[in-house]
């Protein structure tokens, strides 16, 4: 294939030098590279004495297509394919491998995330729940420790004390909810959790390790020339390897879309290589249109503190054609100002570009509620459903414990009808053990076979029935079930952690659709028509960022400046893969942020967007459900059906309930409805601890019992408890016990406006005491923190009231106190302290406020079900509700 250089293209391939190619965005850098490998195979360079490195699979095979076809014709084929095009990763292990120094075996990322859980939970790190723990900071764990070990550092390099001593200096309240010592705590469980990690591996390798071996013992060859596409994404390790290996190099890439600073690249190698090579520059952009440079190229250099070089960089950044000037959109509206987007452009191709995986799942999840056709780079929401209703699914089936197995009869694999679902959940809650008999014995051993079996028979079936995305994820969670068995020592417990901790799974989906989603990280090399960007706001830095920073300074390397414009950086790649249109959807806060004065122009939109739930056919999947389990004519049954069962049990609830208590009162319909008539059950281990310590309290301070009875943290929350009581002895002349864990009830409407006499509020009263001038009522709580404390005191200030009227005393003479018996922070520091915290303002108006609202559902069920509608949540559960709601 004939490719004509540029002038700008010709000058920089004659070059003799060490070269750095300063690349701005679509200026063709992988062709130039391409034109490059021409040049020396012209010149008589052979084959294998170039290497070409880049940085992902994807851009390998596309900077092979480009060489390929430029030297197709002129060079023969089998001298093509003697060049050397690899990633960093593949080229050092390749080497490794064929040196024999190491075995081959590569530590995923599931192994390396299930071992720094391992780690927290043996020291006991956080006072979080395992889910919050999987979930929240273990990933971040993760790529910390990632990214870190890009610069070398491993953890028998880390200087923890001195990383400690200067959080000192690092630590900013301002932008974090945890205490300096809390943080400081975490960065000796994260060291711990990194070696932990490290010594688990045995003789296996991750991708650093393979950097760090080549760079030790490479004794190879040199290549004659070396060519590095996107230089700018090297890190540390990388920018050494590429030195060592080459005589010649010949570097591509732009530090103003340098993007992927969390993975180490970093914007230093680039000027470190402007000192040793001589720099060229490619200015002529044959993507946008000029009003798409102006305004990409105005915002960039506004905001930068490198003006000067910048502005060099750009002076000839110029465009082939001319377009629309860009339009900023200022919208609470952001999913509806899309779907505008989308049917106001139908017959071109469309960008929709993220900063976060998060961003997209929203997206995706309102795409598909519109019936939009797209292809994504990154998990739907349909795949998060997916992987939930699995785990909930086998986890049901492998457990013991009753409250899993009836979580998993809500599923979509359950054998069951919502219908029945919701009966067990009645069943479990009256304690009716003949209900209970046939859910108690359905399950599987955690056994290859069993689990096999499980899988063929019922998960793969119903998820090819639900689409692509269900299928993919239900093949990744079955290898890592493989992956989970061929640990030494499998657990039921760890098998559930292992599927949790996982990651994402996704399949490109619609690939021949002209709308894709995707996040600027990986947009990079894509170009659309048209760009829809959805930028996020700054948020707050992560005590794994202050800890990271912490390990880097200790090691005498400082980021801070290089990754201070990184967010510039990714805005400048989103704006550049625009050809034609440029949209930025932001909000009013934000707006001001991206328009530049005379180069973009700025919309308001007042709308609002609505929550939605995905569409999908509930009863053809519960009947398939019911086929797949053998139950051929209940399936038959179910579609003929036309009935109304979860309208009529919904009402049959308010119809029958004859108590309220405060904890029943949730003034959303769709927490009512989960938490008080389908009742579903849980296990809380925080809950668990509550309960031992509410009983203890209860009889230590009676008599009956002494702190030293107790395992050590109930102890503690006890005689943390006694404290309390003491300080309040000094406060409060007299003070006794008169009553614990005391539970009461009265006509509910001697409390409000109401008129049904026999309906009857309820609450239990942690500990009531008398005193020389009143009563005090104490609620004990065992929260980590009192950030929840305005609801406690809202609840008090409930028991205050009916406590006044049962035992007919003024409610000025009854004073109302929060006894926290184990405040210890989200992170374990080893403090578990206590405070007592008054209620000075009367909260009952709140509370009855929201009652009022219950109340008025009671009377007319169907005011609440209309409610329910009306305010839909993205959980899959209430989609199938809706649906049946509105049959």
């Known amino acids: 294939m004939s490719i004509q250089p540029s002038q700008e293209q010709a000058e920089i391939i004659r070059s003799e030098r060490n070269t750095i190619v300063i690349s701005n965005p679509g200026t063709g850098k992988t062709t130039t590279l391409s034109l490059k490998v021409m040049n020396l195979l012209e010149k008589g360079v052979r084959p294998d004495e170039i290497l070409c490195i880049t940085f992902t699979e994807k851009a390998k095979k596309e900077m092979f297509d480009a060489i390929f076809k430029i030297a197709k014709g002129k060079i023969a084929e089998p001298d093509i394919m003697k060049i050397n095009i690899h990633t960093f990763h593949s080229f050092a292990y390749n080497y490794l491998i064929d040196s024999g120094m190491v075995t081959g075996d590569i530590v995923g990322n599931n192994l390396m995330r299930y071992s720094i859980l391992g780690s927290f939970e043996k020291n006991n790190a956080f006072n979080y729940s395992k889910n919050y723990i999987i979930s929240e900071i273990v990933p971040k764990a993760e790529n910390a420790m990632r990214y870190i070990k890009s610069f070398g550092i491993t953890p028998d390099k880390i200087d923890?004390?001195?990383?400690?001593?200067?959080?000192?200096?690092?630590?900013?309240?301002?932008?974090?909810?945890?205490?300096?010592d809390e943080i400081k705590a975490f960065l000796r469980y994260f060291v711990d959790a990194y070696k932990n990690y490290e010594g688990s591996k045995g003789d296996a390798v991750d991708y650093s390790d393979m950097l760090l071996i080549f760079i030790e013992r490479f004794q190879g060859k040199k290549f004659k020339h070396v060519l590095v596409d996107e230089m700018q994404d090297m890190n540390e390790l990388e920018a050494k390897i590429a030195?060592?290996?080459?005589?010649?190099?010949?570097?591509?890439?732009?530090?103003?879309?340098a993007i992927f600073g969390f993975q180490g690249g970093s914007i230093k190698n680039f000027h470190k290589f402007r000192e040793t090579c001589e720099p060229k520059l490619l200015s002529m952009n044959r993507r946008s249109c000029q009003e798409i440079l102006d305004y990409s190229k105005s915002h960039f250099l506004g905001r930068t503190k490198n003006r000067e070089m910048f502005e060099r960089e750009l002076a000839c950044f110029r465009s082939q054609g001319s377009g629309q000037i860009p339009k900023i959109v200022s919208t609470s509206a952001q999913l509806s100002k899309i779907l505008d987007v989308i049917e106001e452009n139908p017959e071109k191709t469309i960008g929709i570009i993220t900063?976060?995986?998060?961003?997209?799942i929203e997206i995706s999840q309102y795409l598909d509620t519109n019936n939009i056709k797209y292809s994504s780079t990154s998990s739907q929401a349909t795949a998060e459903h997916a992987k939930d209703e699995i785990l909930g699914f086998v986890k049901g089936l492998i457990s013991d414990r009753i409250e899993d197995k009836i979580s998993a009869a809500f599923t979509v694999f359950s054998p069951y009808t919502l219908k029945e679902a919701f009966e067990l959940s009645k069943a479990h809650r009256n304690k009716d053990k003949e209900k209970l008999a046939k859910i108690t014995s359905w399950g599987v051993l955690m056994r290859r076979e069993d689990l096999d079996n499980l899988f063929n028979n019922t998960i793969f079936p119903l998820c090819v029935s639900k689409g692509a995305e269900w299928f993919a994820t239900a093949i990744a969670v079955r290898n890592q079930i493989d992956q989970y068995l061929a640990l030494d020592t499998p657990t039921d417990e760890g098998l559930f952690d292992y599927i949790s901790i996982a990651e994402e799974s996704y399949v490109e989906r619609s690939t021949s659709s002209k709308i894709t989603l995707t996040t600027v990280h990986k947009?990079?090399?894509?170009?659309?028509?048209?760009?829809?960007?959805?930028?996020?706001?700054?948020?707050?830095?992560?005590?794994?960022d202050t800890i990271v920073e912490a390990i880097l300074q200790a090691g005498g390397i400082d980021v801070k400046d290089e990754l201070e414009e990184e967010s510039l950086r990714i805005d400048f790649v989103a704006f550049t893969r625009a050809k034609e249109k440029?949209?930025?959807?932001?909000?009013?806060?934000?707006?001001?942020?991206?328009h530049v004065e005379n180069f973009s122009e700025i919309e308001l939109d007042d709308r609002r967007d609505e929550v939605v739930a995905t569409r999908l056919n509930n009863r053809l999947s519960e009947a398939f459900s019911l086929f797949v389990a053998g139950r051929f004519q209940d399936s038959e049954r179910l579609l003929k059906s036309e009935d109304g069962w979860l309208e009529e049990f919904i009402i049959n609830y308010f119809k029958n309930v004859d108590h309220f208590s405060y904890s029943s009162i949730k003034p959303d319909p769709y927490e009512f409805l989960v938490k008080n008539i389908i009742k579903i059950p849980e296990y809380h281990a925080a809950t668990d601890f509550g309960s031992k310590v509410h009983s203890a309290l209860a009889d230590v301070t009676t008599g009956k019992t002494k702190p030293e009875d107790y395992e050590e943290n109930v102890k503690k929350a006890v005689e943390n408890g006694l404290n309390a009581i003491e300080q309040m002895r000094k406060e409060y002349s007299g003070l006794k016990i008169v009553a614990t864990e005391k539970a009461y009830k009265l006509p509910l409407s001697s409390m409000t406006q109401y008129d049904d006499q026999s309906m009857l509020f309820i609450g239990f009263i942690d500990a009531i005491f008398q005193h020389d001038d009143?009563?005090?009522?104490?609620?004990?709580?065992?929260?980590?923190n009192s950030n929840y404390a305005s609801d406690h005191k809202r609840q008090l200030a409930v028991y205050r009231k009916m406590y006044s009227i049962l035992e007919e005393i003024p409610e000025d003479k009854i004073s109302t106190c929060i006894v926290f018996v184990a405040l210890r922070g989200g992170i374990n520091t080893g403090k578990f302290e206590w405070s007592v915290e008054f209620e000075k303002k009367n909260a009952f108006p709140t509370f009855e406020k929201h009652l009022q609202t219950v109340l008025a559902w009671k009377k007319d069920p169907k005011k609440f079900i209309q409610y329910l509608l009306d305010n839909p949540k993205e959980d899959l559960l209430y989609q199938v509700i809706k649906e049946k709601l509105k049959q």
């Open 523 to 544: 947009a990079k090399g894509k170009a659309f028509d048209v760009v829809v960007y959805v930028p996020t706001t700054s948020k707050r830095t992560t005590f794994v």
């Open 774 to 784: 009143g009563h005090l009522i104490v609620d004990y709580k065992t929260d980590k």
């Open 243 to 257: 030195q060592m290996v080459g005589e010649n190099l010949f570097l591509v890439g732009d530090s103003k879309q």
């Open 355 to 360: 900063r976060t995986n998060r961003q997209i």
């Open 160 to 180: 923890v004390e001195q990383a400690v001593s200067l959080l000192n200096g690092l630590y900013n309240e301002n932008r974090t909810t945890y205490s300096l």
């Open 582 to 594: 440029l949209i930025i959807i932001t909000d009013d806060r934000n707006s001001k942020n991206y």
